[in-house]
């Protein structure tokens, strides 16, 4: 069965600090990953994709991919507090098809 | 980001109606979509994928006929709960799935929270 795994938290980080949010997945043939932020009520956003291993950033997000340890990780920089939120990680197996972990829910401390 | 509308965002209805909601992809075409259903404090559950032309795959567990879904063109798809009862009342999101570049790319609606009453 393939999973997707996540620390649900809560992560309490304060503003200006580094977030790191950690997810690690079971199957190795694994293609792209994906970490979204959904606020509570709302809708899943995307934040970044990754498919290659090594660091992709963008703006202050930075997606961090190992796939030898089948692990994915997203680091925040500078929180701010309207970055509190839950965290979905989600991976595709290779089939469209995304598997998501349960999300860690994040708290930027003011 | 691409662009995908849903309507209605919010519904209350009796039990035992028919609820039908749309999704959109308003800014590509998408001949795949998704329909999730997430509970409180839950993450989301794939319900079924929509493709275009051609019958959804629904997940183990969903019922095919209360949960219809029909995808008619390459931007809409709907998803109709027949007969709801309240333990229907959930957030429904669809997605739709951008193809392009190296990595295909599910871009989410806003939801819709219904109640069955």
């Known amino acids: 069965q393939k999973e997707v795994e996540q620390n649900s938290g809560p992560l309490s980080v304060p503003e200006g600090a580094i977030a790191s949010l950690n997810c690690t997945y079971s199957d190795r043939g694994s293609q792209s990953f994906f970490w979204y932020r959904q606020y509570s009520g709302k809708s899943p956003e995307l934040i970044m994709s990754i498919y290659s291993n090594g660091d992709k950033e963008d703006g202050r997000f930075t997606a961090q991919l190992n796939k030898a340890s089948q692990y994915v990780s997203l680091l925040i920089r500078d929180s701010q507090p309207s970055d509190s939120a839950t965290y979905l990680c989600?991976?595709?197996?290779?089939?469209?098809?995304?598997?998501f972990g349960t999300g860690t829910r994040l708290t930027i401390i003011p | 980001g691409a662009v995908v509308s849903q309507h209605p965002s919010r519904v209350i209805c009796k039990s035992g109606t028919s609820v039908k909601i749309e999704c959109r992809s308003l800014?590509?075409?998408?001949?795949?979509m998704f329909w999730y259903r997430q509970f409180p404090k839950q993450s989301l559950m794939l319900m079924a994928t929509?493709?275009?032309?051609?019958?959804?795959?629904?997940e183990q567990g969903v019922e095919k006929d209360k949960f219809l879904i029909n995808h008619a063109s390459l931007t809409l798809s709907t998803l109709t709960v027949t007969s709801a009862h309240p333990e229907d009342s959930s957030f429904y999101i669809c997605?739709?799935?951008?193809?392009?570049?190296?990595?295909?790319?599910?871009?989410f609606g806003p939801g819709t929270r219904l109640t069955v009453l």
């Open positions: 989600a991976v595709c197996f290779g089939n469209e098809k995304l598997t």
């Open positions: 997605s739709a799935l951008w193809r392009g570049g190296r990595t295909d790319t599910q871009y």
């Open positions: 800014d590509f075409q998408a001949t795949t």
């Open positions: 929509s493709n275009e032309g051609s019958k959804a795959t629904y």
